[in-house]
Each structure stands twice: as structure tokens, then as C-alpha cells.
């Protein structure tokens, strides 16, 4: 079946750590992106890629960092340098722009500074 | 302003009610709009599109307006299944091709 891969579902970090979330997709889409989402509150885009090689900064991509050598694959760092990294990360993609693009949704990576 | 704008609630109402959210985006040039759904601590997953001239679901109905840049959602008969967060989402199809979602309004269907 095709579909979006998050690992792992839960991830604890210690402070100063950089840490690596995974995001996999099988579904042949040329568009990938992190979102970020704290309790209560909506969904913020912290990077997307529209192709491979090739990626943008969304609004909160400050001690964030994304690369994309694979169409397949789109992985997220949490640097040092990001101060609250407590959250729930989500990973999508959608194909290449059309008029109907719906977003398909990993099942998400809870990250949690200890 | 925010891209795109929804009212947070939550919205409590019993079984049974019928209940109406909406969300304002802010760019006219805007192509594509959708409803997801987002059950707590689960990632979002699609409800329903949002064509220009409306559509239908079941118990389900959105409408788009974009003279007034609006969408709706409208739920028929709540059941307490229907409880959870709504996202309102817009796809703007400019040279950035990043989707937009507003914060979502979040809906509690009580017995």
C-alpha cells in the first residue's frame, strides 16, 4: 500500500542534541513538507521541497534544517539551535501542483526535550 | 492578516445539531480549498474538497464564496463521532505551491 512513513512515532531529546526525524513516501510525489504543530494550535510549515535537490523555507524554519537527495525521502533535523523543539512534527506530500491536491499525512513524530 | 483564518472554538453542541464553520483566506488568487479532519494527537486526514459550486457528502456540505474569499463547512445531525478539530485548507497553486492550513476550529458533540 502506498502512503507516508514517520519514524519514530516518539522521540526524546536531550538539550544541545540535534536530532533526525525520518519521512518516506511511496506514492511517487514530487512535493514534500515538515509541518510543525504545538498543543491547541494549528499547523506551521517549517520547510517544503518541490523536487528533488531543491527545497524553501517555510515560516518557522529557524534551528530547523531539510535535505532532499531522494524523491522518496525528506528528512528533518531539530538543531541545537531551535530553543523549543517540544512538539508534534508532521510530514506530508501531495503531487505536482494540480487543482485538486489533496496533502498526505505520516502519522506524525512527537518530539520531547528532556 | 493571517493566510488563513478560522474561528477556534470549540463549538459544543448536543447530538443531532447542525453546526457551521467557516474560514477566510486571504489571497484571490487561491485555486484550491479543502476540509480536513484532525482527531486528537492523530495526524489530519482529508474530509472533503471545496468546488465553486459546492458539494456534498453525506451529512457533510462546503461551499466556497470567492467574491467574500470564504469557505464553509457545514455538519447535518452531529454525532459524537464528529467530535474533533476541522482544518480549513488552501492551495493558493502560485510559484510557491505550499499548502496553507488555518488553525482549525475544534467541535464538541456532546449526548
Known amino acids: 500500500d502506498g502512503g507516508i512513513t514517520q519514524s519514530p512515532k516518539y522521540l526524546f531529546r536531550k538539550e544541545g542534541q540535534n536530532v533526525t526525524l525520518s519521512c518516506e513516501q511511496n506514492?511517487?510525489?514530487?512535493?514534500m513538507y515538515w509541518y510543525r504543530q504545538d498543543p491547541g494550535q494549528g499547523l506551521r510549515l517549517i520547510y517544503y521541497?518541490?523536487?528533488?535537490?531543491?527545497?524553501q523555507k517555510g515560516d518557522i524554519a529557524e534551528g530547523y534544517s531539510v535535505s532532499r537527495e531522494k524523491k522518496e525521502s525528506f528528512p528533518l533535523t531539530v538543531t541545537s539551535a531551535q530553543k523549543n523543539p517540544t512538539a508534534f512534527y508532521l510530514c506530508?506530500?501531495?503531487?505536482?501542483?494540480?487543482?485538486?491536491?489533496?496533502?498526505?499525512f505520516g502519522q506524525g513524530t512527537r518530539l520531547t526535550v528532556v | 492578516r493571517k493566510e488563513v483564518e478560522q474561528d477556534p472554538g470549540p463549538f459544543n453542541v448536543p447530538e443531532g445539531a447542525t453546526v457551521a464553520f467557516n474560514c477566510t483566506y486571504s489571497n484571490s488568487a487561491s485555486q484550491s480549498f479543502f476540509w480536513y479532519r484532525q482527531d486528537c494527537r492523530k495526524e489530519p486526514k482529508l474530509l472533503m474538497s471545496v468546488y465553486s459550486s459546492g458539494n456534498e457528502d453525506g451529512r457533510f456540505t462546503a461551499q466556497l464564496n470567492r467574491a467574500s474569499q470564504y469557505i464553509s463547512l457545514l455538519i447535518r445531525d452531529s454525532k459524537l463521532s464528529d467530535s474533533a478539530t476541522y482544518l480549513c485548507v488552501v492551495n493558493p497553486v502560485d510559484s510557491s505551491y505550499k499548502l496553507i492550513f488555518g488553525s482549525g476550529t475544534r467541535l464538541l458533540v456532546r449526548p
Open positions: 506530508a506530500s501531495t503531487p505536482y501542483p494540480g487543482e485538486d491536491t489533496e496533502a498526505f
Open positions: 521541497s518541490q523536487i528533488v535537490n531543491d527545497f
Open positions: 506514492l511517487n510525489h514530487d512535493a
